[in-house]
């Protein structure tokens, strides 16, 4: 049950792309097509933003995509709009009914 | 509307004990498994616990086992998680949350505003 890995913040201007990353094991992130991204405001509760590794939750913009690589998976944000700075979490599942998180990463659009 | 509320949270000095609630509203919370996620201060987010429609299967993180019980009350939309043995690092916003569809807890939907729970002397 160790936390998958995040960077801890990454940054970007308006209208560019970023990519975070989200690294896990063979037991969870590797082992199943089950990660999810969570997007964080302060003070807020966690919103669902992809599900299934790479489906979009209704109402969650294009400009956000998911995508897995063996025992890593991503979250891309195009077109980077202020309102995208909060702080994202990956999430997996880890077998038995279980989850494991991230440490998060702090957007900060500049 | 889906609406989970939780209450429950406040200050108890360590070694002691906490239960929180979730009211659930707007969907039929029988069919569903719940979850209880928590933020200490600052940080990320943890899985704590989830159990099962009808409260046959129960799972929690390394640790809070022993220490900490998850139920639920189908008949008055409730869920709960009963906290033991308080210890400091169990200080954080606790979240009562779940899935839009009756299927494992593969992922969250649905999030209360959550409850915070700090345990200090």
């Known amino acids: 049950q160790s936390a998958l890995t995040q960077p801890a913040s990454v940054s970007g201007s308006p209208g560019q792309s970023i990519t975070i990353s989200c690294t896990g094991t063979s037991s969870d992130v590797g082992n199943y097509n089950l990660v999810s991204w969570y997007q964080q405001h302060p003070g807020k509760a966690p919103k669902l933003m992809i599900y299934e590794g790479s489906k979009r939750t209704s109402g969650v913009s294009n400009r956000f995509s998911g995508s897995k690589s063996g025992n890593t998976a991503s979250l891309t944000i195009s077109g980077l709009q202020t309102e995208d700075e909060a702080d994202y979490y990956c999430?997996?599942?880890?077998?038995?009914?279980?989850?494991?998180f991230g440490g998060g990463t702090k957007l900060t659009v500049l | 509307e889906v609406q989970l509320v939780e209450s429950g949270g406040g200050l108890v000095q360590p070694g002691g004990s906490l239960r929180l609630s979730c009211a659930a509203s707007g969907f039929t919370f029988s069919n569903f498994w719940m979850t209880w996620v928590r933020q200490a201060p600052g940080k990320g987010l943890e899985w704590v616990a989830n159990i099962q429609q009808d409260g046959s299967e129960k799972n929690y993180v390394d640790s809070v086992k022993g220490r900490f019980t998850i139920s639920r009350d189908n008949a008055k939309n409730s869920l709960y998680l009963q906290m033991n043995s308080l210890r400091v690092e169990d200080t954080a916003v606790y979240y009562c949350a779940s899935r839009a569809i009756a299927a494992r807890p593969y992922y969250l939907d649905y999030w209360g505003q959550g409850t915070l729970v700090t345990v200090s002397s």
């Open positions: 999430c997996s599942y880890a077998g038995s009914s279980t989850l494991v």
